[in-house]
């Protein structure tokens, strides 16, 4: 970054500290972690694109990398070059989406490095080929967010709107999972959630109920039925987002029109297929179902999830969301935790007991309190295991206990709740 870069970066964080000084301690986490992602994560590569990776794994995952630099959009309003270096990530995300819409993560360079590899005629540019719907969205997000909050546009280059027409394909195609989609991923694992059953096709969901098919949850685990709710809900979203795009931005009256059409396929299956009532807190929705009457009623801590929803903008029935709130904040929810330590949304990917930081911050940005806002980010920054930095998941009774020493994705949610406590928040339509 040039001089006069560096210098409206530092003014914003100065501005910030004057707003912030009845809590050093919480800005200094901040400040650590805003230093931390954009001077270790984030490369600027020689074609104009950045590459994000996702902390202590050397990979850019689509999903992480959107998120990790949610926060600095605030201060791209008046930094050309940050606008730049995320519309630079949004660029590589597209190029991604072109060589592989399937796959969930990439390498740097074309080398052939990944985490197994799970398929023989697998990209050199593939790290992970596990098909999430969200993967597919949060690029989406970033693109719209960075236009819709700064005005930039330098992210629309020729790989978006090829990558966007996959992004429809592949959406359509696995709403028909069964019948229409050649995808499938084996791996020889011990661990049932790192693979799909059925030869690598995943579990038997109905066909044709408009909901699209996920093979994987944003944690990367399999899902138990292949109808994820928490991310056929950020579908609707983004396809939103394309269709304001079409008629406000790229006057294409097609796209306009694609995006209209299959977001309300998806909204009305959601709305649907995604809800079931229960005796103790009425309609709720599920985290999963599979269009036979097969539903999942839990919450995960990775975004997009349940908790979620607000925060990304679906358009949720009130009283259906108010009630899955309370039932995903509660014992009821097998992934919901409570010890000495804190209380929050633990994941299946990481052992019992272990609640996430990002899942508490999701509880925080959703909170209607700024009370319940800063004793959340308090106690985030009480269970760092005394790093100074966020963490996947700890152990709720001892936060030395944790996982990922460096998880960019959780040090950014951090942020984003910080921000949004002091009155940062941003345009998301």
């Known amino acids: 970054m040039t001089g006069q870069g560096k210098t409206d970066m530092e003014d914003f964080l100065r501005r910030l500290q004057r707003q912030a000084e009845n809590c050093p301690e919480l800005m200094k986490i901040f400040a650590d972690c805003y230093a931390d992602t954009w001077n270790l994560a984030v490369k600027q590569m020689d074609d104009g694109t950045a590459h994000v990776i996702t902390g202590d794994i050397p990979a850019m995952w689509l999903r992480d990398s959107a998120a990790q630099l949610r926060p600095y959009l605030f201060a791209a309003k008046e930094n050309a070059e940050v606008r730049e270096v995320i519309a630079g990530a949004v660029r590589r995300q597209f190029m991604f989406i072109c060589i592989d819409e399937y796959a969930n993560a990439f390498n740097e360079l074309p080398n052939g490095a990944c985490w197994e590899k799970d398929d023989p005629e697998q990209s050199p540019w593939v790290w992970e080929r596990k098909f999430e719907i ?10 719209y967010l960075l236009w ?8 629309f280059d020729r790989n978006f709107f090829a990558g966007a027409e996959k992004i429809f394909r592949v959406f359509r195609r696995e709403q028909f999972h069964e019948e229409k989609s050649a995808y499938r991923f084996r791996r020889n694992s011990i661990l049932f959630r790192d693979t799909l059953s059925r030869e690598g096709k995943g579990a038997l969901v109905k066909p044709g109920t408009g909901l699209i ?23 609707v979203v983004i396809l939103g987002y394309l269709e304001e795009m079409a008629r406000e931005l790229f ?9 209209w ?73 097998p992934y919901y935790y409570k010890g000495a330590k804190a209380s929050g949304i633990g994941s299946s990917h990481t052992p019992s007991g272990y609640i996430w ?15 319940e806002k800063l004793e959340i980010l308090q106690n985030m920054a009480s269970t760092t295991g005394g790093k100074g930095t966020m963490h996947e998941g700890f152990y709720c009774e001892d936060d030395a206990r944790y996982t990922r020493e460096w998880f960019s994705w959780a040090n950014a949610m951090y942020m984003e709740l910080f921000l949004d406590y002091m009155g940062y928040r941003l345009q998301i339509s």
């Not at 006057?251 to 995006?259: G, I």
């Not at 839990?298 to 899955?324: F, I």
């Open 261 to 333: 059409l299959l977001r309300e396929q998806v909204r009305q299956a959601v709305e649907k297929e995604g809800r079931t009532y229960t005796e103790e807190f009425g309609m709720v929705y599920a985290y999963e179902v599979d269009g036979y009457g097969m539903y999942n009623l839990m919450d995960d801590a990775n975004v997009p999830s349940l908790l979620a929803m607000e925060y990304l903008g679906y358009p949720a029935d009130r009283q259906t969301a108010e009630n899955t709130r309370r039932y995903i904040l509660s014992a009821g929810n």
């Open 251 to 259: 006057y294409d009256k097609r796209m306009e029109k694609d995006a």
């Open 134 to 143: 969200d993967s597919l969205c949060y690029p989406v997000q970033l693109a």
């Open 148 to 155: 819709k909050n700064t005005g930039c546009i330098s992210q």
């Open 357 to 371: 930081h990002i899942a508490m911050a999701m509880q925080g940005l959703t909170s209607r309190s700024r009370e």
């Open 213 to 235: 098919w996920s093979g994987f949850r944003p944690s990367d685990d399999a899902c138990t039925y292949g109808y994820l709710i928490p991310s056929n809900m950020f579908a």
